[in-house]
C-alpha cells in the first residue's frame, strides 16, 4: 500500500509537470491554431538562464524569477518576430515555421554556448527528502506538486477575471466577434504567448532543478510529452491541458511501476497506445474545446 | 562535357594522392544534433594535435596533415553520404562520429574504398567486430571498463548488485557485460531496470529499488547526462544508499556539481591527469588555446586518435597511402597518447587502453586506480 502510494504521488508530480507543459500549448493553440514547437525552446532558454545566475553567484530565488521573465520575453519576441507574419497562413505554414524557430535555436545554442550539457547549481535543499509516515517525499516532488496547484489557481482565476484572460477566452470560441466587440487580436495573441512563456518557464525551472544541467537539446522531450498530453486532453481545450498531463503521469509512473521487468522495453509503446485507447472513445479528448477550431484572423 | 571535366579531375586527383606530402584526413563527426557533445570536444582535441604537428613541420618534420571536415547532423544515413564525399576527395584516413551506430553506417563505403577509419570515442567492442578490417575504436571498450569496475566492487566487498541499462544504444547497454563479470567473479545480480535515453523522470524505478529488501550492495548504469544527474537524485530521494557506479559519459563537470547526492560515485573513464602525466600536460595546453580547461576527457582523447594516425605514417615510412596505413595502424603498439598508451596489434580494432577508475570526492575526483583486468574476466562483445 505504502508503495503504491509512494507511486501516487511519484505520478502527481510528473503529471504536474506535464499539466503545465500542456497549458502553455494549449494556449497559444486556443488563439491562433498554432502548435507551437519552439515551446521546448523556451525552456531550454530558462534553463541557461539559471546556470548563468548559478554561475554568477544570484540567490536561486532570483534566478528563478529572472529564467521565467526570459521565457516571458523570449515567447514575446517570437511571436513578433517569427509567428506574426504567417498568422494568416494555414496551420501547416505555422508548424512547419515553429519547427525552424526550434532548429535555429537549437543549433544557436549548440555554437555559441556549448553542444555539451552545462551544469546548474541547484540548492541541496532539493535534493533532499522528507519522511510522512512510511513515504519517503523528495522535496524536488513537493515543490513540484504544489507549483502545479498554485498555477493552477492563479491561470483560473486570470482566466475568469482578469481582462485579457476574459478576452483570450472570448477570442478562442470566436474571434472574429470578439474582435468586433473592439477587442485587439496582437494584445490578446501576445498575451497567449506571455502566458505560454510564463508557464514554460515554471515548467523549466522545475525540469531543471530535477535534473541539475541544462544542454541545447533539452526542449524536445517535455513539449513532445505537453503535445501528446495536450491532444489526450483535447486540443484548444486549457482543463482538457491539464487532465492530459495528469493522466498521461499516472499512465507513465504506473507503467514503470508495474509492468513485469520483461515487459518494461515496451514501456513507451504501451503508454501510447493507451493514449490511442483512450482517444478511440473520446475522440475530442477528454475534455473537448468548445471551438475546435481556432479561428484566422 | 560538364560532367566529362568532373570525372577527369577526380580521376586526377585520385590518381595521385600521394604527390604532394600532406596526409588528407576527412573528418565526418556530428558538429550538430544528439552526438554533438561527444564529437565536438574530440575535434577540439584533434585541431590541437594537429596544429601541434603542422607547427613543427609535419608528421616527421616533412608531412603536414589537412583536416577534411564535413558535419554528418548526427544522423546515420549522412555520415554514409559524407564519408563518400570524403572518398571521392581522396583521403587516406577517415575519422567518424562517437557512437558505433552511425559509424557502422559508414562501413560499406570505407571498406569498398579501402581506407582505414577510426571512430571519435565509441566504446563498444561490436563496433571494429561488425565493421570488419578497416574499422578502428579509439576509446577502451565497454566490456573492459565493465570489467574493470566489477572486479573493483567485488573486491571492496560488494557481493549484490543491481543494474539500470537502456536499451537503445550499444553503450547505454554496459551494464549487461557488467552483471556478467560480477556473477562470474561470485557476487549476485539482484535485478534489473531498463529506461529510455533521454528520459527525465526516474522515481518509479528510485521507488521501486528503495523498495527492494535486502538493499543491493552496488547499483550500476551507463546512463550519461542529462539522465544521469536525474537518475541519481531520484535514487538519493527516494532513499537508496547503494554504492553506484557510472561509466565515462559521465566524466563530465555536470556529475562534479552535484554536491553531496554524487559524493561517493566512481566510474571509469579513459585517463586521469596525474602529476606529470601526458593528460596533464595536454589539459595545460588545451587551456593555453582555448583559454578555459577541459570539461571532458574526450578533449584528450581527440589528440590520441591524431597520435595514432601520426604513429602509423611514421611506421609506414612516410606512406600516405590508405591500405598501407590500415595495416600500419593495425600493428601499432604502445603509441603515447595524451591519456594513455594505445595498442591494436593483435587486436581486432578495438585497443588497448588503460582504464581509470575515478571516486567523487569533494566535488572533485580522486583516483582509484588503473588496474590492467585480467583478459579471462572480459566478456565477449555482444550484439543488442
Known amino acids: ?297 | 562535357m560538364n560532367k566529362l571535366l568532373i570525372s577527369t579531375l577526380l580521376a586526377s586527383a585520385m590518381a595521385f594522392p600521394a604527390a604532394a606530402e600532406t596526409l588528407r584526413v576527412g573528418v565526418a563527426t556530428a558538429q550538430t544534433g544528439a552526438l554533438a557533445p561527444f564529437d565536438t570536444p574530440v575535434i577540439d582535441g584533434i585541431h590541437i594535435a594537429v596544429n601541434e604537428i603542422n607547427e613543427a613541420g609535419g608528421i616527421d618534420g616533412k608531412i603536414k596533415i589537412e583536416l577534411l571536415e564535413k558535419d554528418v547532423r548526427s544522423d546515420a544515413a549522412q555520415t554514409s553520404i559524407a564519408t563518400q564525399e570524403l572518398v571521392d576527395e581522396g583521403v587516406s584516413v577517415i575519422v567518424l562520429p562517437c557512437d558505433a551506430d552511425p559509424a557502422l553506417a559508414a562501413i560499406g563505403v570505407v571498406t569498398e574504398a579501402q581506407i582505414p577509419a577510426i571512430s571519435t570515442c565509441a566504446s563498444s567492442p561490436t563496433l571494429p567486430q561488425i565493421g570488419g578490417d578497416y574499422m578502428f575504436a579509439n576509446f577502451p571498450g565497454d566490456n573492459v571498463q565493465a570489467t574493470v569496475s566489477a572486479k573493483w566492487a567485488y573486491d571492496e566487498g560488494h557481493r549484490s548488485a543491481y543494474i539500470i541499462y537502456s536499451p537503445d544504444t550499444q553503450y547505454t547497454t554496459m551494464p549487461l557485460y557488467f552483471a556478467e563479470v560480477f556473477e562470474k567473479l561470485g557476487g549476485k545480480m539482484l535485478g534489473e531496470d531498463t529506461h529510455t535515453i533521454g528520459q527525465q523522470d526516474f522515481s518509479a524505478i528510485a521507488t521501486r529499488i528503495a523498495a527492494l529488501d535486502p538493499q543491493p550492495d552496488v547499483i550500476m548504469t551507463s546512463t550519461y547526462e542529462p539522465d544521469f544527474p536525474s537518475m541519481l537524485k531520484a535514487l538519493r530521494a527516494a532513499g537508496v544508499e547503494s554504492q553506484i557506479i557510472g561509466s565515462d559519459g559521465i566524466d563530465s563537470p555536470t556529475t562534479f556539481s552535484l554536491g553531496a547526492v554524487a559524493e561517493g560515485l566512481v566510474f571509469t573513464t579513459a585517463g586521469h591527469p596525474t602529476e606529470g602525466s601526458p593528460l596533464e600536460a595536454f589539459n595545460k595546453k588545451f587551456e593555453e588555446v582555448n583559454g578555459k580547461a577541459p570539461e571532458t576527457v574526450f578533449n584528450a582523447v581527440g589528440y590520441d586518435l591524431i597520435k595514432v594516425i601520426e604513429a602509423a605514417v611514421i611506421a609506414a615510412d612516410g606512406s600516405t597511402d590508405a591500405q598501407t596505413l590500415r595495416d600500419a595502424i593495425a600493428n601499432l603498439e604502445n603509441v603515447q597518447g595524451a591519456t594513455s598508451t594505445i595498442t591494436y596489434k593483435g587486436t581486432d580494432g578495438m585497443p588497448l587502453r588503460e582504464v581509470s577508475l575515478i571516486r567523487v570526492k569533494d566535488g572533485g575526483r580522486e583516483l582509484i586506480g588503473q588496474p590492467t583486468p585480467d583478459a579471462s574476466l572480459i566478456p565477449e562483445p555482444r550484439v543488442q
Open chain 1, 1 to 297: 500500500m505504502d508503495l503504491f502510494l509512494q507511486q501516487t504521488v511519484n505520478a502527481f508530480a510528473l503529471g504536474g509537470t506535464y499539466a503545465l507543459l500542456a497549458l502553455g500549448l494549449a494556449m497559444v493553440f486556443s488563439t491562433m491554431g498554432l502548435i507551437n514547437f519552439a515551446h521546448g525552446e523556451l525552456m531550454t532558454i530558462a534553463g541557461y538562464i539559471l546556470m548563468a545566475c548559478g554561475l554568477a553567484g544570484v540567490p536561486f530565488v532570483f534566478s528563478i524569477l529572472l529564467a521565467i521573465a526570459a521565457a516571458v520575453l523570449a515567447a514575446i519576441v517570437m511571436e513578433r518576430i517569427a509567428f506574426r507574419p504567417v498568422r494568416n497562413a494555414s496551420g501547416a505554414t505555422m508548424l512547419v515555421t515553429s519547427f525552424a524557430v526550434s532548429m535555429i535555436l537549437q543549433v544557436l545554442f549548440q555554437n555559441f554556448i556549448s553542444a555539451r550539457s552545462q551544469a546548474v547549481l541547484v540548492p541541496e535543499i532539493l535534493s533532499e527528502s522528507v519522511r510522512f509516515g512510511g513515504l519517503v517525499i523528495g522535496v524536488n516532488k513537493i515543490a513540484a506538486i504544489v507549483t502545479t496547484i498554485v498555477m493552477l489557481i492563479f491561470l483560473d482565476r486570470f482566466m475568469k477575471h482578469h481582462r485579457i484572460g476574459i478576452a483570450m477566452r472570448a477570442a478562442a470560441e470566436d474571434f472574429s466577434v470578439a474582435r468586433l466587440m473592439g477587442i485587439r487580436a496582437n494584445t490578446v495573441i501576445a498575451g497567449a504567448f506571455a502566458l505560454s512563456g510564463f508557464l514554460a518557464g515554471v515548467a523549466a525551472v522545475l525540469w531543471v532543478s530535477q535534473r541539475a544541467s541544462v544542454d541545447p537539446l533539452m526542449g524536445f522531450t517535455p513539449v513532445l510529452k505537453a503535445f501528446i498530453a495536450a491532444i489526450l486532453g483535447g486540443l484548444g481545450s486549457l482543463r482538457g491541458a491539464v487532465a492530459g498531463g495528469f493522466l498521461l503521469g499516472f499512465i507513465e509512473i504506473y507503467l514503470a511501476a508495474y509492468l513485469p521487468a520483461s515487459m518494461q522495453e515496451f514501456r513507451d509503446p504501451i503508454a501510447l497506445c493507451l493514449v490511442v485507447l483512450v482517444l478511440i472513445f473520446r475522440p475530442n479528448g477528454l475534455i473537448p474545446s468548445p471551438a475546435l477550431k481556432a479561428e484566422k484572423v
